[in-house]
């Protein structure tokens, strides 16, 4: 009898390429072991078969803050709506920043598992442009985005919304932002006081470059940037992402398929 990971792998040919993520934006559960043992289970097997394969684990941390970990200090509640990798760690940590201080001791208990993944970060992902082309692909076609998500979220998003976060060039948040137009190069946002309940934007109104780590895709579409940037084969998804009321997956794979029609 063949073991689940035997079964999943049975027939894949060609490189592969395995990919999962978390974003670090408190101290991480043990529960969230789960998916990286079942992605390193995937990836030892196929690494036995003799099969090309690598597998990355990205860490999410473009993501505002948008709750407040268990262990914070009063002076995050004035950070909300900032990407992690911008928010100062905590006194006497010795990380750069809070996303690699809640980060540190998840991947330091990867090395003492033996876990085979090798890690990369979404702030140099972003800022080294190599999302530009995939944004610049989602934010052209946003009208079958809003397209999509009618369809499968029943979210009616007005003509002028595009999927993007920009990090605001007055106060530095990433998560209030609403943009409402795309020249090609640069996108028009404001930094909305009432956009979302856990941060409050500034106000301010600007036009920035939309690539090279001047903002961010909202998570269902950074998803598919990942797979269609980086090629992954394989990557698990919980049952969140494949109910009827999220489908985020489906999402994902329609806009897959077009990101593959529209741009290869
Ligand atoms: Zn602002």
Redesign the pocket.
Known sequence: MSMWFETTIKGLTGQQRINDSKTPSGRVHIGSLRGVLIHDALYRSLKDQGVDVIYEYGIDDYDPLDGLPADAGAELVEMMGLPLCNIPAPQGSTATDLADHYITEFLDIFKELGVGATFYRMRDVYRSGQFNAAIDAILTKADVVRQVYREVSKADKPSNWYPFQVV?E??G?IG??EVTDYDGKEVTYY?KPDLVSWAK????RGKVSAFDGHGKLPWKLEWIAKWYTFGVTIEGGGKDHCTKADRAMFLNNVCVQFLAANHR
């Open positions: 605001c007055q106060c948040k209030a932002s930094c934007g500034c106000g301010y």
